[in-house]
């Protein structure tokens, strides 16, 4: 059984910066595809990032491409979301989630995700 914990969530101004953690608890982290999420008020859930299992490689929305880098240490069974130029639009609620499947942009391949932790962006 796999455990998921996000932190690093706040709040910033239009430009800022903040990094996600997502610590994971329980066996062969490695064994997991990990993936961010978002939700912010009255929308559905979408797709953010992911990292391969080896963390060789690394996916993205178009709405973060080359402003989000998704990264993970398998040593330290994390993964991080590192977010620059953040906008306005990017304020919701972040969850990690780990999958073994590889379709990854689907929420519903993930078998575990955290509480999530709070983004807001103001202009």
């Known amino acids: 059984q796999m455990q998921l914990v996000e932190s690093g969530g706040g709040s910033v101004q239009a430009g800022g910066s903040l990094k996600l953690s997502c610590a994971a608890s329980?066996?062969?982290?490695?064994?997991?595809?990990m993936g961010w999420f978002r939700q912010a008020p009255g929308k559905e859930r979408e797709f953010v990032a992911a990292?391969?299992?080896?963390?060789?490689?690394?996916y993205y929305a178009d709405s973060v491409k080359g402003r989000f880098t998704c990264s993970r240490d398998n040593a330290k069974k994390v993964v991080y979301l590192q977010m620059i130029t953040l906008k306005p639009e990017d304020t919701a609620v972040y969850y990690c989630?780990?999958?073994?499947?590889?379709?990854?942009?689907?929420?519903?391949?993930?078998?575990?995700w955290g509480q999530g932790t709070q983004v807001t962006v103001s202009s």
């Open positions: 329980g066996p062969a982290f490695e064994n997991y595809i």
């Open positions: 989630a780990a999958t073994q499947d590889y379709s990854i942009v689907d929420g519903k391949h993930y078998g575990y």
């Open positions: 990292s391969s299992k080896n963390g060789g490689s690394s």
